[in-house]
């Protein structure tokens, strides 16, 4: 049995094409029935993200799947052929692996695609479209992903800029328990480094704006406390970290301002986080002691850098997916070459047997001894060449079971030899 | 008239276990140290941590294989650092013990690229002392003091490493951090380094006060106050004067950060430069 994937992705197709190749959440279930229909593919799943749209199956003809693709959506095949790529076996096993692992990503190492993948999977099996052959490759999709996740960088640091901010907090502050952000000014940038701050650990948020009211619906946001903007440097001192994000026109942060705070904290670090442009902080404030200023651009920069990071650790993935795939091709065919082997001799026997059956009036008019011993005879010939006609293609069968194209010859043989699974 | 009172009437010659087997002892934990060695070249070399959990393990097995040859040494000897190479030894054990102690309470791995070569460093010029090793114990150490004196001198030297350490590992991330160019380091952040080295500074003060006081009142001891025109013990002295001021300028003050770090730098240059210098009492066996 054949494993096909079909599809398109952010690699190979627009988003004009992607989205109308979507499948809804809540159609799935009753897309898999039409597609197992329509294919005879024996399992199916389909994957479904704003960045792609898979079908993964056990059995189909690729083509059927493409027509049913294209039947599914009323669109001319024309229109996506050259955006839809399709893979068999070894190479499909592959994709899903690296689609899993956030290695085909457009953001390389994100996330969210391991949750998208095991909601595809849970989807399909609750359809009754997962077997005994997908189900172990899903399940060994899944675990690829995370050993790649726990083994390299590729998702480990930060790549947008809420993140950067929350990591550079880390390098300064260690943990950030018990530390106070301030927020200067309502802008949504702002707003989500805080939110990030918060969820790691920051405890309490003090938020001052011009306008007094934005600020107190900010505050409650973060059940924090709102500073009307005139005071707010009064209580610059408790703040560990502080995110500037005003309109203003001018440094809002000057060196004297900062150092006066500084020195009211005694030393302690305070991490300045200006994300407004034209920017809200003085930059020779980073000159000071025990202050840190990152602005927007050094944000971009460290993000830049981790971004490298994680291109040279995609290449350490790559390469714990390629063994991975090569022990699964491994492990499934051997599990597939011992009833094939078994199959293929049953098959032969029962040809042999009933042909011996077919002939045996020829031997009719021998005396009932002669028969006898012709008949021993001819059991005993017609066994040998058996066994020397299937010699070759089981000694190769077991040695292609470590071989990635493997799953292809088998089937080759299957085909050669007429032998079907009962 | 001084009285000798801390003197210990030279008893029988103790037995000896087996000819020279705690230098045999030492020789295997340098062997294992050099594991951490390696993690430390390698690890600067490849930009990169490596042979980090086999250092910790050698150097835990090796770390056992130290204090029984200390052990050893000290019941043959009948006296703590009865040989010069004795001291290079018990000092590169307590930083042994100081690098795992820290380790397991802040698992900064990054520490490791100094202490490693360091306790390795120590370890290997204990072995190599050893071999030109004087067989007689001095009369000046057959005294109680040695066994209060020496081990505070020794964990207050090496708290000051673990101080000195930490401030060029926070240094080295400040600098980082404020040129705007992080690495993926895994150093630890400034709050960590600054923590270790405050907590380090807080013990090693104490027992270099007490270290230096017992040293001063063993000499007026042994010889009134001659001790004064010491220059090891001027040194120890200045030295003690910096952490001091150290002390004073972080809780006084509140010095953090960059200037706090290089005085803790200062510091500890002073104790080096009094750890080499030998003179008076120290002369001829103790560094």
């Known amino acids: 049995m054949e494993l096909a994937l079909i599809g398109v992705s952010h690699k190979t197709a627009p988003v004009e094409v992607r989205e109308r190749l979507a499948f809804p959440a809540d159609k799935i279930r009753a897309a898999l029935a039409k597609l197992l229909e329509r294919t005879h593919a024996a399992e199916a799943m389909i994957l479904s993200t704003c960045n792609r749209v898979e079908i993964v199956a056990q059995g189909p003809d690729a083509q059927l799947v493409r027509d049913f693709i294209c039947e599914y959506h009323q669109i001319p095949p024309d229109a996506i052929s050259k955006h839809v790529y399709s893979y068999k076996n070894a190479e499909a096993i592959r994709h899903l692996f690296r689609v899993t692992s956030s290695l085909d990503s457009m953001m390389l190492g994100e996330p969210q695609i391991l949750g998208q993948v095991k909601e595809a999977y849970r989807l399909a099996a609750e359809a009754g479209t997962i077997g005994s052959s997908l189900s172990p490759l899903l399940d060994r999709a899944l675990a690829v992903a995370k050993r790649v996740r726990s083994e390299t960088g590729i998702s480990q640091s930060a790549v947008s800029i809420s993140y950067a901010a929350v990591e550079l907090a880390r390098k300064i502050f260690g943990n950030l328990t018990g530390k106070t952000v301030m927020i200067i000014g309502a802008s949504k940038m702002g707003e989500l480094a805080a939110k990030h701050l918060k969820r790691n650990g920051v405890g309490s948020v003090l938020v001052t704006n011009r306008t007094f009211e934005r600020a107190v619906e900010i505050a409650k946001i973060f059940e924090g406390a709102a500073i009307p903007f005139e005071h707010f440097t009064d209580h610059m001192e408790h703040a560990d970290i502080v995110i500037s994000s005003t309109g203003a026109p001018h440094f809002i942060i000057t060196r004297p301002l900062a150092e006066q705070v500084i020195r009211n904290r005694r030393n302690k670090p305070v991490f300045f986080i200006d994300i407004a442009v034209p920017r809200d902080v003085d930059p020779s404030v980073n000159d000071i002691d025990n202050a840190f200023v990152y602005d927007i651009d050094d944000l971009q920069q460290v993000i830049d850098s981790n971004m490298k990071e994680r291109m040279k650790e995609a290449g350490r993935a790559e390469e714990i997916v390629d063994r991975e795939v090569q022990a699964f091709c491994t492990r499934m065919q051997s599990r597939e070459i011992a009833p094939t082997i078994v199959l293929l001799r049953e098959t032969y026997e029962k040809v042999r047997r009933e042909e011996i059956e077919r002939h045996r009036r020829l031997l009719r008019d021998m005396p009932a001894e002669q028969q006898q011993a012709a008949l021993a005879a001819i059991d005993q010939v017609t066994q040998a060449m058996l066994n020397k006609i299937l010699h070759n293609p089981i000694a190769l069968m077991k040695e292609m079971s470590a071989d990635p194209q493997g799953a292809e010859f088998i089937e080759t043989v299957r085909k050669i030899f007429n032998i079907k699974s009962q | ?287």
Not at chain 2, 24 to 38: C, E, F, H, R
């Open chain 2, 1 to 287: 008239m001084v009285t000798h009172w801390g003197r210990v009437p030279p008893g029988p010659k103790p037995y000896a276990i087996l000819p020279a087997m705690h230098v045999q002892l030492l020789k295997l934990a340098l062997g294992l140290y050099s594991v951490g060695l390696l993690h430390s070249v390698f690890t600067v070399l490849r930009k990169k941590q490596t042979l980090f959990k086999p250092a910790v393990v050698a150097t835990l097995i090796g770390f056992a294989c130290h204090v029984a040859s200390i052990g050893i040494a000290v019941y043959e000897h009948r006296t703590l650092m009865a040989q010069r190479y004795e001291s290079f030894s018990a000092f590169a054990a307590v930083a042994v013990l100081a690098f795992l102690i820290v380790y397991w309470k802040y698992r900064i791995t990054s520490l490791g690229i100094f202490a490693f070569p360091a306790i390795f460093v120590m370890t290997f010029v204990a072995v190599l002392h050893a071999y030109n090793a004087p067989v007689s114990v001095p009369e000046l150490l057959r005294s109680r003091w040695i066994y209060i004196h020496a081990p505070l001198v020794i964990l207050g030297y090496v708290a000051f490493f673990v101080t000195f350490s930490a401030e060029v590992l926070y240094l080295i991330q400040e600098r980082e951090l404020k040129r705007k160019r992080v690495s993926h380091n895994r150093l630890p952040s400034l709050e960590v380094c600054e923590d270790l080295a405050y907590r380090s500074l807080a013990v090693g003060f104490p027992l270099m006060t007490l270290g230096i006081l017992s040293g001063a009142l063993w000499a007026q001891q042994v010889s009134g106050l001659a001790w004064m025109s010491d220059p090891k013990i001027l040194l120890a002295f200045i030295t003690w004067l910096i952490y001091l001021l150290l002390i004073h300028y972080r809780l006084i003050a509140g010095w953090r950060g960059k200037k706090a770090a290089y005085q803790a730098i200062a510091g500890f240059v002073a104790v080096l430069v009094t750890f080499s210098f030998s003179s008076g009492f120290h002369a001829n066996f103790q560094p």
